[in-house]
């Protein structure tokens, strides 16, 4: 079994902060995020959502966990 690269997931330092790499995971994960969000709406998908907030909320933490399995390699 490969080992992951996980030279991805050491800490960044921006301005004299450092800062996770999840927080940069997360503010990618925005924009395919955005892309779904106005698909759904456009084509009125979201009627068959019944809680369209918390539907919300689990899209946007699929499309991070998304990226971070995919950006690491980790599906490999």
């Known amino acids: ?3 992951p690269n996980l030279a991805l997931f050491h800490p960044l330092e921006f301005v ?3 800062v ?3 927080v940069l ?3 990618v ?4 995020y955005t892309l779904v ?3 759904l709406s456009r084509f009125n998908l979201y009627r068959f959502v019944w ?5 919300n909320l689990g899209l946007y933490v699929l499309m991070v966990g998304a990226l971070v399995a995919f950006g ?3 599906w490999l």
């Open 1 to 3: 079994m490969p080992v």
């Open 16 to 18: 004299g902060f450092y």
């Open 20 to 22: 996770s790499p999840l």
């Open 25 to 27: 995971w997360a503010a």
């Open 29 to 32: 994960a925005i924009i395919p």
């Open 37 to 39: 969000h106005l698909l």
């Open 51 to 55: 809680h369209r907030s918390l539907f």
């Open 72 to 74: 690491t390699g980790i």
